[in-house]
């Protein structure tokens, strides 16, 4: 029987990110969506690390199964670190990649420094709360406007230097190779027996203990009154 993790997540492009990256383990990923309604995780952490480990642990609890969660997002140096942990919501709540994208436009109109950085957190947690944590970043610049149709989020506007284009004209293939979260699954990917094996052990130790019958073992049952 395979494994089953679930990634905390109802975003169909990272779900097909990380199901290429783990093709080859004995695991099934279940995303969100193979799921009823549950209660959305708090992402009210200051950090990446604080988010990925709230949306894993709270998705792990409810679900009773091990989950993994990633929080990414991107760093824009003239924006002094902007959007960061609001980068799913810059344009405010609901916001569409599309909306997100035009207003981190706006902010750099003029803005003759364009440096920025997508960096990753992915965190696997189990139901009883131990977690593990795995980082990576890759730095680029803002486009002056979208190139390219493929990918999600911010794609179209982040120039890889490494790739001479946009995440949003890289294929599947090419981008995982050097994305933030590319190189943070790529990480997971190396260890991924070692986590499975972790994983394994975790889930046993919270299992209750077997129930002890030694203490029945001198009772006569034909009696209507056990012995003590």
Partial sequence: MENIIVLATGNEG????????????????????????????????ETFDDN????A???????????IADDSGLVVEALGGAPGVFSARYAGENATDQENIDKLLKE????TNRAAAFECVISIAVPSGPALTYEARCEGEITTQPQGKEGFGYDPVFFS???GKTFAEATMEEKNKVSHRGRALSEVVSEFDKIL????QRLDEAKP????????????????IMVK
């Fill in 14 to 45: 990272k779900v097909r990110e990380f199901r290429a990256m783990l093709a080859d383990f004995p695991v099934e990923l279940r995303s969100l969506n193979d799921f009823g309604p549950i209660p959305e995780a708090k992402e009210d952490g």
């Fill in 57 to 67: 642990s709270f998705t792990a609890k409810v679900l009773g199964l091990p989950a």
């Fill in 161 to 163: 230097k490494e790739l």
């Fill in 209 to 224: 203990p077997k129930p002890d019958h030694t203490q029945f073992e001198h009772n006569d049952w034909s009696e209507d």
């Fill in 52 to 55: 990925a480990y709230k949306k």
């Fill in 197 to 200: 094996k972790w994983l394994k």
């Fill in 108 to 111: 750099m109109t003029d803005k």
